[in-house]
């Protein structure tokens, strides 16, 4: 009977992309100004409209009194404009500090944790 083992480069392998995985997930949306689309040049924005529904807005600009930016439509992108003056909030995707290095350290904390009780029993 043959036995197989992982590789050392599928072990190191494994860690770094579960944590592109988990690092991945720790942005929050922060209200903002909507002076911060022209300021920051963010990728997105979920505008609240003055109704009290959301809009995700893609490569957003300003222009003059309005907000312009690509909107996921039924069968294609389209390009959709909003007025300042009907926004109720303005918010800015951002990486999540805490949420961040909290995974970026505990993550592989914990790994080395359990990997350890691994080594002990063999």
Known sequence: MRVYQRSKFQRHLVIPLLLTCFLTGC???SVQP???ISEGAPEQVRLMLSDGS???LRSPEVRGDSIVGWTKGAS???LAAYSRAGLAAVEVRSIDVPKTTGLA???PLTIGFFA???NWSQ
């Open 105 to 107: 350290v505990g993550v």
């Open 34 to 36: 909507a002076s911060a």
């Open 116 to 118: 350890s009780f691994n």
């Open 76 to 78: 294609a992108d389209t």
């Open 54 to 56: 959301w809009v995700k």
């Open 27 to 29: 942005y929050k949306w």
